[in-house]
DNA sequence: CTCTGTGCAAAATATTTGCAGGCTC
DNA sequence: GAGCCTGCAAATATTTTGCACAGAG
């Protein structure tokens, strides 16, 4: 099972023309089996540094441009980084007091991005859209 | 006209608690005549380097907390400021091509909230969201 | 007069780039 | 073997912080 995933691994860098390397193929893994998005750092730090700041960002920029993996805004100042799954879009609501991410499914794309278009005067094509909600969770209400 | 933008100006900073320095007066001026959201560094060039850049981003967390002022993340790594006109919630798009940005004003903010709020597990209340769309303006298509 | 706001200098973070060598294909 | 990927070092960019002084109320 975990030499499936790592082999599905190998197969994603492949299909898109990387050279299957032991960091990028970790760097997936990793983010395959998080949760929730991760910060650059968060991601070097679970590797135990076996990467390179430099090469990280390198592979996340790469990713990104790919769409492996997406680049998502927190409002902290920092850059999160997720796998993208395809059949997956969804958005994040993040505790304003503890931090806590949860995902969020209610995203009518397709709809939205066409409310957009007919509200605007001067686009002509929506690619993509962020999303994020900001709040406090139960827990944090409780408090 | 001019000096009457001015003396609302020095009243919003007066109500919130603030100093009415010349700076900040001039800083919610160019935010108030901008067309679109500005970057730290744009606001100190077209103030002419007249305010420090500490100070400037002093005076702009204070503002965002004090909600006169909204930042806004367009992901390309800076952070962008607007005024924040109470009556007039809204988004943006922008060209990925040539960097123009319009406000989009199609969002039902309490309709979106509560339906993140019935989708969501693990939270109770939404404060606020972040939504920016990505795209391609005419101009840019026609290239 | 008091206390907030400011400039200056320096630090802390985050991210990018150049280059020489290593590893995948 | 060719070229992508990597580590290391250093540069760049953004934002934050400490401190002493200036200016608003």
């Given at each position: 099972m975990k030499s499936n995933t790592i082999e599905a691994t190998r197969a994603l860098l492949a299909e898109h023309g990387y050279r299957v390397t032991e960091g990028r193929v970790e760097l997936l893994t990793l983010l395959r089996n998080s949760l929730e998005p991760l910060t650059a750092s968060e991601i070097h730090l679970r590797m135990n540094h076996s990467i390179d700041k430099a090469t990280l960002y390198r592979a996340l920029e790469d990713f990104v441009v790919s769409k492996i993996v997406a680049k998502v805004?927190?409002?902290?100042g920092v850059a999160y980084y997720e796998l993208l799954h395809l059949d997956h879009h969804h958005h994040h609501i993040v505790c304003e007091n503890c931090g806590k991410i949860e995902d969020i499914e209610s995203c009518d794309q397709v709809s939205l991005q066409k409310k957009v278009l007919r509200s605007?005067?001067?686009?002509?094509?929506?690619?993509s859209h962020s999303l994020e909600f900001f709040g406090l969770c139960h827990a944090c209400c409780k408090k």
């Open positions: 805004n927190l409002q902290d605007s005067k001067h686009f002509k094509i929506v690619n």
